[in-house]
């Protein structure tokens, strides 16, 4: 199996607070993580790429500062989004790829995000 | 630029009428074309890699192609459980990236 997890599922925020979303890998290590946002009824648009131990690598528009990444280890990334705003709202998804395996990404359930 | 364009956006099967989804795609150098399934408020789920032009994959009603230019979905007599966004994804061999460039999904609802 491929099973990725995220927590927490949903989550409310009040403007101008940061919260922070998990992604693990449940039965695999990943070489890989990748965090992406969907705007209802879009498709999906990748933040960020992060490998075990370095720096993410940011895709062009997405603020680095406001949108912290740490992957700590290769079953675990979190995603910080800090000092949010009602324009963060959206649904966050994060995808693995297997240590030593193709190139298939295998993706979480996604977080619902809603800043008040 | 890495594109990829699906159609039709959306599609509507009457239970047992077969049909098939198209992505059509431009890339520097295709190292995988991939379909996932999405359903509501879910993130998407793998169902195929398709690597050359020629190959064809199968998992139970669905079966997918593909050609330099374009992959199809077909779908043989859907369920309604087959109702779902199907979304076609690329990834490009150069620059040693594993990014995945999304299409924007086909809405496929499937009606008993």
């Known amino acids: 199996g491929a099973v990725v997890s995220q927590h927490p599922s949903w989550v409310i925020c009040k403007s101008g607070t940061s919260v922070k979303i998990e992604c693990r890998s449940l039965d695999f290590q990943a070489t890989t993580m990748f965090w992406y946002r969907q705007f209802p009824k879009q498709s999906l648009m990748l933040m960020a790429t992060s490998n075990e131990g370095s720096k993410a690598t940011y895709e062009q528009g997405v603020e680095k500062d406001k949108f912290l990444i740490n992957h700590a280890s290769l079953t675990l990334s979190t995603l910080t989004v800090t000092s949010a705003h009602p324009e963060d709202s959206s649904f966050y998804i994060c995808?693995?790829?297997?240590?030593?395996?193709?190139?298939?990404?295998?993706f979480g359930p996604g977080t619902r995000l809603t800043v008040t | 630029e890495d594109q990829v364009t699906q159609s039709p956006e959306a599609l509507r099967l009457q239970e047992g009428e077969s049909s098939s989804l198209n992505c059509s795609y431009t890339?520097?150098?295709?190292?995988?074309l991939f379909w996932y399934r999405q359903d509501p408020g879910k993130g998407p789920e793998f169902l195929f890699t398709l690597y050359s032009a020629g190959e064809e994959k199968e998992k139970e009603r669905l079966k997918a192609t593909l050609t330099k230019k374009e992959s199809f979905l077909h779908i043989t007599a859907p369920k309604p459980e087959d109702s779902a966004t199907y979304l076609c994804?690329?990834?490009?061999?150069?620059?040693?990236?594993?990014?995945?460039?999304f299409g924007k999904g086909t809405k496929l609802t499937v009606n008993p």
């Open positions: 994804a690329v990834q490009a061999e150069s620059g040693g990236s594993e990014k995945l460039v």
């Open positions: 995808s693995a790829t297997k240590y030593g395996g193709t190139y298939e990404q295998y």
């Open positions: 890339v520097s150098g295709l190292r995988g």
